[in-house]
């Protein structure tokens, strides 16, 4: 997370939603200029994945794993600043389902839906 520079801005009251920002270098781009959606990828599963972190059972001592994750790239971009909200589907004891949207300050990115597994370490 610290490579692609993520920085986490929002965490809602209920701890049901998580908003982090990426800004966009030439680290993360692909050959033709625009933002390579791997890193679209890496950043809704760091964001979604810290959002069923916060969201395990602390007392028995959970770990989260991310177990399929889906992306749909809907629009392309060259620079700027990425925005990812990550919100709980649903949290059972041991599935979470987190849905990310990957947009900027103009439009929507990316779309993506991740699956995480909650194991007791």
Do not use: W
């Not at 625009?34 to 001592?61: D, P, Q, W």
């Not at 919100?87 to 995480?116: P, R, V």
């Amino acid at each position: 997370m610290n490579i692609l520079c993520i920085q986490f801005i929002y965490i809602s009251t209920k701890l049901d939603s998580l908003i982090a920002k990426m800004p966009i270098n030439n680290k993360i781009l692909q050959p033709f200029g625009y933002l390579h959606g791997g890193a679209t990828m890496v950043f809704a599963e760091s964001v979604g994945s810290c959002l069923s972190f916060i969201n395990r059972n602390k007392k028995k001592n959970e770990l989260v794993f991310n177990i399929e994750i889906s992306v749909n790239h809907i629009q392309s971009i060259k620079k700027g600043i990425l925005f990812a909200k990550a919100k709980i589907i649903h949290k059972g004891k041991s599935l979470h389902l987190i849905k990310i949207d990957i947009y900027n300050e103009k439009k929507n990115i990316s779309f993506c839906k991740m699956t995480n597994i909650v194991i007791c370490k």
